[in-house]
């Protein structure tokens, strides 16, 4: 194969029968010439000099931009303020018309604070049946805010394009004291017709999010994994929630609100998000909520004994590390009382928050010890007002 490609010199054309010359022309350079022409005049030098200048830029493109926003380079955190709630630092998204429903909650109130705070107009739509209108007082000469008294089992039309809905007793004192209010209304100018808060209520909410292409918040709760087998608990997680037991009407109903929410997404294309809530305290709760934090704070704060139901050994996000700091910060002397505990009360709770990490750069910033004593300073002002 070799001797094919190689010219012969036998065939060399004798001189006397050569043509006439052609002007000769220029040899391509070789591997061999390229070298020689990059040796010559310093030319490697220049070559070198450009790949340095080019890769130094291309190096140092990130911190040169002119644009503030863009001169980090990947590596380094671009969410400062992500660690909340995604949103680039610096970036403040533009004001929005927002309604919170339950907005004069304990919840709900925190919420509208921080909505003006950023610049929305805020509708709070409340039946004070659990909220209070001192929770929001503050905001009543806020031209951006308006305040509503209105049960969400009726359909209400506003134009909005959020609508994050919380309005729900969420105390089991609540729930259990008034059970078929939980679940169910009874609207007396419909006669006899029942009406259920979490199913009706959600109901309407996500009828006006499809009505008018507003963005739906379900606020749920801890509550649908009832008492849970899998320890702690992921999103993934289905429950273990007893359907007839006193606490359901409550379990049940944030699960069905769950699922409607979801149907009203993949059926009528609403934007939707759900966030279940795990067990949450600080000012403005209800002093008497019934729920343990409130309880042992207001209990000690009125130097009445910290009732705890069962063997006390039932636990939550919080742990049972809230009873000593309770006792230390308002008084070591506070006795404890043990009282029975109530039907299905689930013995551990947890959530897993690898997901909310990861997707969301969401965690808790504010530990135990930090927060309590702001709800015992709020506690200890409304107490003495009694
Ligand atoms: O705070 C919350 O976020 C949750 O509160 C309740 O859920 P639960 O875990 O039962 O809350 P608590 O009433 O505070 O009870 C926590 C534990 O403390 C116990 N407890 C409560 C009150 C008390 O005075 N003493 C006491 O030992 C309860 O038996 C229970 O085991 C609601 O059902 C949830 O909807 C809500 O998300």
Known sequence: MKQLHKSSPTHAPSPAHAPAP?????????????????????????????????????????????????????????FSFAARSGVPAGFRPPPRR???????????????????????????????????KENVAHHLRNPRFELLRHDVVEPILLEV????????????????????????S???????????TNVMGTLNMLGLAKRIGARFLLTSTSEVYGDPLEHPQKETYWGHVNPIGVRSCYDEGKRTA?????????????????????????????????????????????????????????????QYVSDLVVKETIDPMATIEFKPNTADD???????????????????KVSLKEGLPLMVTDFRQRISDE
């Open 258 to 318: 769950e699922t409607l929410t979801m149907d009203y997404h993949r059926g009528g294309g609403v934007e939707v998000r759900i966030a279940r809530i795990f067990n949450t305290y600080g000012p403005r709760m209800c002093l008497d909520d019934g729920r343990v934090v409130s309880n042992f704070v207001a209990q000690a704060l009125r130097r009445q004994p910290m009732t705890v139901y069962g063997d006390g050994k039932q636990t939550r996000s919080f």
């Open 186 to 196: 009874f609207i007396p100018d419909l006669h006899l017709l029942l009406y259920k």
């Open 161 to 184: 394009d959020r609508i994050y809905h919380l309005a729900c007793p969420a105390s089991p004192v609540h729930y259990k004291y008034n059970p078929i209010k939980t679940i169910i």
């Open 22 to 78: 052609k002007a000769a022309k220029p040899a391509r350079p070789g591997p061999r010439s390229w070298i020689g022409y990059l040796l010559r005049e310093q030319r490697l030098l220049f070559v070198l000099l450009g790949a340095l200048i080019a890769s130094t830029f291309f190096l140092l493109r990130p911190y040169l931009s002119l644009s503030p926003s863009s001169h980090l380079p990947d590596a380094r955190p671009l």
């Open 346 to 364: 689930p013995h551990m709770r947890k959530p897993d928050i690898t997901k909310a990490k990861q997707l969301l750069h969401w965690e808790p």
């Open 98 to 132: 927002v309604v919170v429903t339950g907005g004069a909650g304990f919840v709900g109130s925190h919420l509208v604070d921080r909505l003006l705070e950023q610049g929305d107009s805020v509708i709070v739509v409340d039946n004070f049946f659990t909220g209070r």
